[in-house]
């Protein structure tokens, strides 16, 4: 019995390492030593055969054999030499062209190399039998070289066929694995960027329903304590309470109104705003806003040059989102201006073609704002449309960061284009839309 048990472990040991052994590359190595082992021992037999009978089958299963140890040896070359190749490598394509231009440099050089021992070996062999062999006619001899010479040719061309199918086979097994690792990357990261996406959106609308939330809660109790300041400013009061509620009226209306644009910016973003397009004028839309901040400029020290275009400058739009865009440019300009400068106010209207080979154009009507800054600017567009980003950091002026914001967003939603430029200190705001 102990006999026979330690024979089924000794079998199970010896399939296990063959199991082990056909899982690596030194597979390759043993089929290709047997399979040459194999293929010299058949043209060693049918080279120093005196007959020619059986001469194709020898010559069949030699060249079988070199195939196979062609196909063994160059497998596990390159195996060897792909060993710890990265397919995550930046330079993967680069290393991939090249181990292939090596490859086939390999196998044109021992194909050189087999077909110069064939070329030594047919002249050796074919001596040999004319000397072993006098006896036998001229016309056999020849007949006997030429199918030397034949299995010797076949032997070399076969083997660089199996060697090249072989090399195409296995680069073209590791482009294939890169391709699918890149494929599953790109899955990976469109899953992962859907995700953010997601969990942005999802964070921006939570910031939105806050915003909008707590402006609505502030809206009641501070419009109540505008109401009642105003109720007291009809009282008899001493000059100084008098002066201490007027900086409270006016604390509270600034609040008041920061608190309805942060309102109305939120429910512009949200989407969940009715807008009533009609045709508007923009030059006499920029009139009507300048004409009813007359005061404010005048009071601001600084000097508005407007140059309105000539040309009709209709478009369509919200009237009473264009207002509140208009007048946030032109506020945010007398915050923002350094004193005693001017503010450039300029319409114009621009043809643009709808293609390259169409022959209708677009009209683009343009407002063009540009001031001469009183701080040092150094941001980007991006910075300066965010909600409380102000360009002078110093916060010295009343600007509460939402003015150049809600332009932004007021301007998409109504299907427009704004866009900011920066010149040293001039600063240059836009909007253009669709005529």
């Known amino acids: 019995m102990d006999t026979k048990w330690k024979n089924i472990d000794i079998k199970r040991r010896i399939l296990s390492f063959l199991a082990a052994l056909w899982n690596k590359r030194e597979k390759w190595l043993l089929l290709s030593l047997a399979a040459y082992g194999k293929g010299y021992s058949l043209i060693s037999q049918q080279l120093v055969s005196l007959y ?24 596990y070359l390159l195996l060897l030499k792909n060993a710890g ?22 196998l044109w050089l021992a194909t050189a190399a ?8 047919y002249h050796s062999l074919t001596t040999n039998f004319g000397d072993q062999h006098k006896i036998l006619s001229s016309n056999y001899i020849k007949l006997k070289a030429f199918t030397i010479a034949c299995t010797l040719a076949g032997a070399v061309i076969f083997q660089w066929m199996a060697s090249y ?10 482009l294939l694995r890169f391709s699918v690792s890149i494929e599953e990357s790109l899955a990976r990261t469109e899953a992962s960027n859907r995700q953010n996406l997601e969990a942005a959106l999802r964070s921006e609308r939570l910031k939105i329903d806050l915003i909008s939330n707590v402006s609505h809660d502030l809206k009641t109790p501070l419009t109540s304590m505008v109401g ?8 008899e009061l001493g000059d100084v309470a008098a002066d201490y509620l007027e900086v409270i009226s006016k604390r509270a209306q600034k609040l008041k109104e920061m608190i309805d644009s942060l309102f109305d910016l939120a429910k512009t973003s949200s989407g969940n705003v009715k807008l009533n397009f009609e045709e508007l004028e923009m030059n006499r839309l920029i009139e009507q806003v300048m004409a009813d901040m007359a005061e404010q400029v005048s009071q601001s020290g600084r000097e508005i040059i407007i140059s309105l275009t000539p040309e ?15 007048q946030n440019l032109i506020e945010n300009a007398l915050k923002y201006s350094q004193e005693h400068t001017r503010i450039f106010l300029k319409t114009s209207v621009d043809w643009q073609k709808l293609g ?33 980003a102000r360009g002078e950091t110093s916060r010295t002026t009343e600007g509460n960061g939402l003015g150049l914001a809600i332009v932004n967003t007021y301007t998409s939603a109504l299907g427009g284009k704004f866009d900011v430029s920066i010149d040293c200190d001039q600063f240059r705001a836009s909007i253009e839309f669709s005529a």
């Open 165 to 174: 199918v072989a090399i195409h086979h296995e680069m073209n097994r590791w």
């Open 312 to 326: 009709p400058t209709l478009f369509t739009a919200d009237n009473l989102y264009m207002y509140r865009i208009i």
């Open 228 to 235: 009642y300041i105003e109720l007291i400013k009809k009282e």
């Open 114 to 121: 087999l077909s110069i021992l064939a070329v030594l070996l």
């Open 52 to 75: 020619p009978t059986g001469m194709a089958n020898l010559t069949l299963q030699m060249n079988g054999a070199f195939i196979l140890g062609s196909i063994g040896l160059t497998k």
């Open 85 to 106: 190749w990265d397919l995550h490598s930046g330079q993967f394509l680069q290393q991939w062209f090249r181990r292939k231009r090596w490859a086939c440099l390999l």
């Open 356 to 388: 390259d080979f169409q022959k209708i154009d677009q009209r683009k009507v343009r407002f063009e704002i540009t001031n001469t800054a009183s701080y040092r600017m150094d941001f980007t567009k991006d910075q300066i449309v965010e909600r409380f």
